[in-house]
Nanobody, 126 residues
Framework: QAVLMESGGALVQPGGSLTLSCRAH????????MAWFRQVPGTRREGVAG???????TYVESLQGRFTSSRDDSSNKLNLQMYNLKPEDTVMYYC????????????????????WGPGTLVIVSS
């Protein structure tokens, strides 16, 4: 059974940085498409970054330059480095995985992913 678990959510001051991690279990991590999403309660999940098994990454345009995602297939881990955090980045962040490979646009679509972590909360506040 595929399981994802995010960690690293915290309270951080505006302008600060934070790294989230997602540890995967129960599937061959290196063959899966991975992604980060975030969600404000009552709204659709927004794709932040999607990474295909070859490591090619697609970012949502609004966050590109401040957020960087990477995968470490040797440790079954997906990371999200966030810089210059703003109060509007205060949301739940979710890790997602799927065995299929997607094009750049679909990589950021929540419908493309079958496995989700429970999420980790980031709060940006002074």
């Amino acid at each position: 059974q595929a399981v994802l678990m995010e960690s690293g959510g915290a309270l951080v001051q505006p302008g600060g940085s934070l790294t989230l991690s997602c540890r995967a279990h129960g599937f061959v991590f290196g063959t899966y498409t991975m992604a980060w999403f975030r969600q404000v309660p009552g709204t659709r999940r927004e794709g932040v970054a999607g990474i295909n098994p070859l490591g090619s990454t697609t970012y949502v345009e609004s966050l590109q330059g401040r957020f960087t995602s990477s995968r470490d297939d040797s440790s079954n881990k997906l990371n999200l480095q966030m810089y210059n955090l703003k109060p509007e980045d205060t949301v739940m962040y979710y890790c997602a995985a799927d065995s299929r490979q997607w094009g750049r646009v679909t990589l950021l679509s929540s419908e493309a992913y079958s496995t989700w972590g429970p999420g980790t909360l980031v709060i940006v506040s002074s």
